[in-house]
């Protein structure tokens, strides 16, 4: 019952603002496709599948590509690299120049159709492809965890005008923490007061920001100060303070200390510092309502909202991407997405760990590329998202997700292509997803128009096959699949399924120079 | 039933037994066809026991399998299993070169196209005259085939195609069963096992 209450104080619900909230106006989003006539890609080693030339069209192209295939099938090899090098060749001279003859003065200038590309690369094999096929193009490297570039998650969100709903909105959508638990909770109000009380931490923020100059940093050093007089918290203080570069990392600490029986020292503290620089009582309010919670309820929010901190304020997080909602990094670090699909950069994300917040910061580039995809000023320059270990990085959010963006970015002369083992592990990181489960895989795989499978052991990626390949046309004969099971396939041997709808067995031959 | 099919991961087999006419060089051709297309197979086993069959179901076989016999990103490899006669044994040497096989044991039988009419039948002089045109036709393209395959013009040159020819002729016109070895001899076939 008193769960019951608390909820009702605070009203709203990371649900209900997560979807009622209006995001910003769309700008521009008309689509901008390739047409027949565009140059075509070439994918060297290809010809058994696309013919002597290994030509493909663009608009094939940006049907995406999925491949899957067990470890040493040489999918990388045999497709991912041969895929990575035709785009970042893209357009070949002699093909460019075919054009721009058919095309005479609209014919779209060469150096506007070079693609920019985002590669995530966990096996460390594409990097050095993009560096030796950069030419003369900006390649921007990100490591997990290392000090580089940092993707402001609020990029293009005019800060000033920026509301706490949206923002936070925006962070827990990276949370795998969040998105996982509230994917899979029979009691979601513990998630949404968790979200409530993260957000009330942002709106108080914020309105610092807007409000008193300097102003966050003196809040953070007025709790710090009132905290720093009791030397039970003496050793917590140097957390205690505003970092541009990892905005969370304050409020992780502040509920930390927070999470004992009856002790809420550490939230009298935030609450006196926000009394004192004449923060709007309705902003914290709340938090007053928190603090009289029953100590177990409320030490089960604070072990919720600390769970979720615990991505969101990571050190590794905080070095790829920046949750502030008040500020962007320095112009020095940051890394404009805007700016990289402007220019046509090339950006290789490696995340060195399988650590679930080498993920998330996968999952945030991927997100904020696919939104400037749809919105950028210049629509000729094709986009191309390049990954490896795929299912490490899916989503199945109703904006970023797979399933969702694929259907959307073809007509925006973007495409994918993503390589995993299975298809069953597509599947294993679906269903934990909200939004995710039979249907979002389905529509993912329905919307790779391309799809190569080498050899592999998975059932899930048999049946898929089986059922994408027509029946053999003589009654009584068993299908292909069931003949040649992925299994028996060689080295670079693979099932190709193209989007015009043709399909075949075929041998990459790997180019001697690659 | 003279073709039945073997279905492996790697390799399919068929096996054509019985007399080559052209029903059954149709169902051979669907067969192959159905491998390749369907089933993604470049590489097919042609294993072969006959004792030959019609020359206009031959010739329609082997111009249909052009693409295999020339090695075209496909390989027909053929084995001659016990008797190989007649038009079946044109069918083995028309393989793809260097995959054309036959057992030790394997008895081969060349020969020149042969006119088989039925008893009582009655000819006019044109009607003999046109048969033995068309025979005429037969033999010399089904040599030229065999001369073709072993020692393409653009490789070999004409004397020695011509020495060749007249080797093979004769080997024809004696019409008598070889052995896998001396086959191999007259490069009728690559191997023998």
């Not at chain 1, 099938?73 to 785009?87: D, N, P, Q, W």
């Not at chain 1, 991927?366 to 000729?380: C, W």
């Not at chain 1, 592999?456 to 994408?468: A, G």
């Not at chain 2, 066809?33 to 179901?57: E, K, N």
Request: aromatic share 8%.
């Amino acid at each position: 019952m008193r769960t019951l209450r608390h909820e009702e104080a605070y009203g709203q619900s990371a649900l209900q603002f997560a979807g009622q909230r209006p995001g910003p106006a769309p700008v521009r989003q008309m689509p901008f496709p390739f047409t027949a006539s565009h140059p075509r890609f070439r994918i060297r080693g290809w010809s058994e599948l696309l013919g002597a030339e290994e030509f493909i069209d663009a608009a094939d192209m940006v049907r995406h590509f999925l491949i899957t295939g067990e470890t040493g099938s040489g999918k990388s090899v045999s497709a991912v690299i041969r895929l990575l090098e035709a785009i970042l060749r893209y357009p070949e001279q002699a093909q460019y120049d075919a054009y721009a003859e058919v095309s005479g003065e609209d014919a779209e200038p060469l150096s506007d159709l070079r693609p920019a590309v985002l590669v995530v690369d966990p096996k460390h094999e594409l990097g050095d492809v993009v560096e030796r096929e950069a030419g003369g193009r900006c390649v921007i490297r990100m490591a997990y965890g290392q000090s580089g570039p940092v993707l402001h998650l609020f990029e293009g969100r005019p800060l000033e005008t920026l509301e706490p709903f949206e923002a936070l909105d925006m962070i827990l959508r990276q949370s795998d923490f969040f998105v996982r638990d509230q994917a899979s909770t029979r009691e979601p109000s513990w998630n949404m007061q968790a979200a409530a009380l993260l957000r009330d931490f942002v709106a108080i923020d914020m309105w610092l920001a807007r409000n008193v100059e300097g102003g966050l940093a003196a809040f953070w050093d007025n709790v710090r100060e009132r905290l720093g007089k009791l030397p039970e918290f003496a050793c917590f203080m140097d957390s205690i303070a505003y970092d541009p570069a990892n905005y969370f990392k304050p409020h992780s600490t502040l509920l930390g200390l927070c999470s004992g029986a009856e002790d809420l020292t550490a939230l009298a503290c935030y609450m006196e510092a926000a009394e004192e620089l004449k923060v709007p009582g309705e902003l914290y309010v709340r938090l007053l309502s928190f603090g009289n919670l029953y100590y177990t309820t409320r030490s089960g929010i604070v072990s919720m909202t600390s769970g979720i901190l615990a991505d969101l304020a990571a050190d590794e997080l905080a070095a790829c991407v920046s949750l502030n909602p008040v500020e962007p990094p320095p112009p020095g670090r940051m890394l404009s997405v805007k700016r990289v699909l402007e220019r046509g950069d090339l950006v290789v994300y490696a995340p060195m760990a399988t650590s679930p917040i080498a993920e998330m910061v996968g999952r945030c580039l991927k997100s904020k590329f696919f939104e400037f995809a749809f919105e950028r000023e210049n629509k000729v320059r094709p986009f191309f998202y390049v990954v490896d270990e795929a299912h490490r990085f899916l989503s199945a959010g109703a904006q970023d997700g797979e399933q969702s963006l694929l259907d959307r970015c073809r007509a925006f002369r973007t495409g994918v292509i993503l390589a995993t083992q299975s298809i069953v592990s597509m599947a294993q990181r679906l269903e934990s997803a909200p939004g995710g489960g039979g249907y979002a895989l389905q529509m993912l795989l329905n919307n790779c128009g391309n799809a190569l499978y080498f050899r592999t052991s998975d059932i899930q990626t048999h049946n898929n096959l089986q059922q994408r390949i027509p029946g053999p046309p003589c009654a009584g004969r068993p299908h292909v699949v069931q003949v040649r099971p992925l299994t028996t396939l060689g080295v670079g041997s693979c099932y190709a399924l193209r989007s015009n709808g043709s399909w075949g067995l075929f041998q990459v031959h790997v180019p001697k120079s690659a | 039933m003279p073709i039945s099919t073997t279905l492996n991961a790697k390799i399919p087999m068929i096996r054509l037994t019985g007399d080559i006419e052209m029903p059954v060089a149709f169902a051979l051709l669907d067969e192959i066809t159905l491998l390749h297309d369907y089933y993604q197979f470049r590489v097919i086993d042609l294993h072969i026991d006959s004792p030959g069959g019609s020359a206009d179901a031959l010739h329609y076989l082997v111009e249909a399998l052009g693409a295999w016999r020339r090695g075209e990103s496909r390989t027909l490899r053929t084995f001659g299993l016990n008797e190989v006669a007649s038009a079946a044994a044109l069918l083995l040497s028309l393989g793809t070169l260097g995959h054309r096989t036959a057992y030790s044991r394997s008895r081969l039988l060349y020969h020149s196209v042969r006119a088989v009419s039925n008893i009582g039948s009655s000819h006019t002089v044109a009607e003999l005259r046109a048969e033995s045109k068309k025979i005429e036709f037969w033999d010399n393209r089904f040599m030229e085939m065999l001369v073709d395959h072993a020692l393409a013009p653009a490789t070999a040159p004409e004397s020695a195609r011509n020495a060749y020819r007249k080797r093979l002729r004769q080997v024809f016109r004696e019409d008598r069963f070889i052995t896998s070895g001396q086959a191999r001899e007259l490069k009728l076939i690559d191997r023998v096992i």
